[in-house]
């Protein structure tokens, strides 16, 4: 008797074809992951963590590295405040909430940290998912469906894409951060048809931002709704920190803001505002919300303390730009070329010619006591390889003089600078 209590005789016979194997597809990657592992690198994809010190500080393989590939933009994750809202609401309502939100998980918690983002962004609707992916493909699958548009650049994220599938509505993509051609592209669709623009604030692979104050207006022009994704902006852009649509002036236009718990707020979880009177129906009707389990008390509580306390963080803000822009300024005079000619966000992307290069490069970097992200097709546009640099509010700038100093080394020793 096996474990699902079928005698051995029960078993079906084995099948005289032979199957397509399901897994032939992924081989020309498998090799091409062997031979770059065969020539002695490490995997970049398989960084274990032994332990977290701080916003900046971790131990890997026994050693003391600063983190300068992470998305805790706001160094929010060790805020004394926020580790008490944490172990105080897991105490107090358990570990999870082992059900949907629309059935037995939604907290009081949950009413929270929608209240708490209902502020953050002077809104009058805010949703909360489980994941920042899972408000994209939410979101963009439950407004757009089958004969409706989505007019995306070209470089959206994987979750922006996924919706689009996820909804069956039609794809039309425009150049990446080009408000020329997304107004093309938009006077090409039928005029009575249902219309999604998409962009994002930040583009997180290059750290460039995309000029929303001359997209939403062509988007409005052409009677299309707006979806601005500000996973990489929150906190760090505009007065309040309500991201590049609020630093542009254009977020009154911006009919559903996205954003994610996992970046600048330091915890996990994705949410929606808007000011559109019908938002609070999409919990019915949106899959990605409705056939999953709620986010947990302690996570929620983070999350809401966290933001609220984002609404005053000017300082942080102020010391972020500075980083980013002395960190810019440092790499560009030791002679790498980076991604954007000035510093648009707190990510900064060091282009390397390719993979063996850019494996190499960032090993360098992780000898010498510095993480950041090794990025490769087909998460980079245009078969770029990459080292990702995201900058923490927590970052001091004696670390950053300690990064250029890394960078200096690791650059000279594999001939990435001379
Ligand atoms: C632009 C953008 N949107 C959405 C997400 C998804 O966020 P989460 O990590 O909360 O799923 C990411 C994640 O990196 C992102 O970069």
Known sequence: MTEAGIQPSDAPEAA??????????????????????????????????????????????????????????????????????????????????TGSRVLNGTYIGHKEVEAALEEFYAMDHAMVFSTGYQANLGIVSTLAGKGDYVILDADSHASIYDGCFLGNAEITRFRHNNPEDLAKRLGRLPPEAGKLVVLEGVYSMLGDIAPLNEMV???????????????????????????????????????FIIGTFSKSVGTVGGFCVSNHPKTDFLRLVCRPYTFTASLPPSVVATAATSIRKLMHAGDKRAHLWENSKRLHK??????????????????????????????????????????????RPPATPAGIYLLRCSLCAEHSSEQVEQILGMFEEAGRKTGAIS
């Open 217 to 255: 207006p062509a988007a409005k022009e052409h009677g299309a709704m707006v979806l601005v994704d500000e996973a990489h902006s929150m906190g760090f852009f505009g007065e309040n920190g309500r991201g590049v649509a609020e630093a542009q002036g254009v977020i009154d236009d911006v009919d």
């Open 16 to 97: 005289d074809v032979t199957s397509r194997d399901l897994f032939e597809k992924f081989d020309p990657l498998i090799a091409e992951r062997d031979a770059l592992l065969a020539t002695g690198v490490r995997d970049p994809f398989a960084i274990v963590m032994d332990e977290v010190k701080s916003p900046t500080e971790a131990v890997i393989d026994g050693k003391d590295t600063i983190l300068l590939g992470t998305y805790n933009y706001m160094g929010m994750t060790f805020d004394p405040d926020v580790i008490a809202a944490g172990v105080e609401a897991l105490e107090k309502f358990g570990s999870g909430t």
């Open 330 to 375: 440092g790499l560009r005079d030791l002679g790498f070329t980076l991604a954007t000619d000035e510093p648009e966000s707190a990510i900064l992307a060091v282009l390397l010619p390719d993979q063996e290069k850019a494996v190499l490069m960032w090993q360098a970097l992780l000898d010498e006591g510095l993480y950041v992200n090794m990025a």
